[in-house]
């Protein structure tokens, strides 16, 4: 199973399902990140974390343990 925190800098994926439970899952989807969306990673930092992928337009900046519970 690949997750988003796999995912090589330059890359687009599309999402296939997403893990978690409850608020987390809630909180990930409300930022755009849902079943069928593709998502670009745009940088990595130094250490990392966090991780800024394109969605829908837009930059965002996830922590490495959100982008394991999106699976590609």
């Given at each position: 199973m690949a997750t988003l925190r796999s995912v090589?800098?330059?890359e687009t994926v599309t999402v296939k399902k997403l893990n978690g439970?409850?608020?987390v899952k809630?909180?990930?989807m409300d930022m755009g990140?849902?079943?069928g969306?593709?998502?670009y990673v745009?940088?990595?930092a130094p250490?990392?974390?966090p991780i800024e992928v394109t969605v829908r337009g837009y930059e965002l900046s996830l922590r490495k343990q959100d982008a394991e519970?999106?699976?590609i």
């Open positions: 090589k800098i330059g439970e409850g608020a809630r909180r990930i990140i849902t079943k969306t593709e998502v745009r940088k990595v250490l990392g974390d519970m999106v699976e």
